[in-house]
Structures are given as structure tokens and as C-alpha cells.
């Protein structure tokens, strides 16, 4: 699944098109490496997403292509 439909889906980020810009600014990184929207996810990746001065980091551990509410916080581990 690439990055920002994952972000959309996950609930990281509210609308695929932010994460399209948030990819594009170069400000998405997956394993220390920044990445454009068209990488493909992995389960065990490490994300690491900046919020102005604020980052989130988080592991990715399901990849699913639809998911409720409830679920989408089970896709993913925040590590900081």
C-alpha cells in the first residue's frame, strides 16, 4: 500500500491529499530515509512524521486497505 493512502487509512493524517503534501515536503521519512507518496509500506516500517516542531514516530504493524475507527489505531505502534 503506498505511504499516503496508509496515512489516510491509519488515521495519521485526516486526508490523503495532506499526506501527499506532507510526503512531498519531504517531511514523511520511513527508517530514517524520506520517502515520496508512491512508497510502498511494510509491516516492521518505523514512520516518522513532522508536525511543525513537533514528530511522531510510529511502527507500522497491519496493513489494511479499509478499516472503521475503532480499528485503525491497531495498524500502527507510537514509539514517541
Do not use: Q
Amino acid at each position: 500500500m503506498r505511504i499516503d493512502k496508509f496515512l489516510k487509512v491509519s488515521r495519521l493524517i485526516k486526508r490523503r491529499t495532506v499526506a501527499n503534501e506532507a510526503c512531498d515536503k519531504e517531511h514523511v521519512s520511513v527508517n530514517g530515509r524520506a520517502v515520496k507518496a508512491s512508497y510502498e509500506v511494510k509491516e516492521g516500517d518505523v514512520l516518522e512524521i513532522s508536525f511543525g516542531a513537533r514528530k511522531l514516530r510510529a511502527r507500522v504493524l497491519d496493513i489494511r486497505e479499509h478499516t472503521g475507527k475503532a480499528e485503525a489505531a491497531g495498524m500502527y505502534e507510537i514509539l514517541e
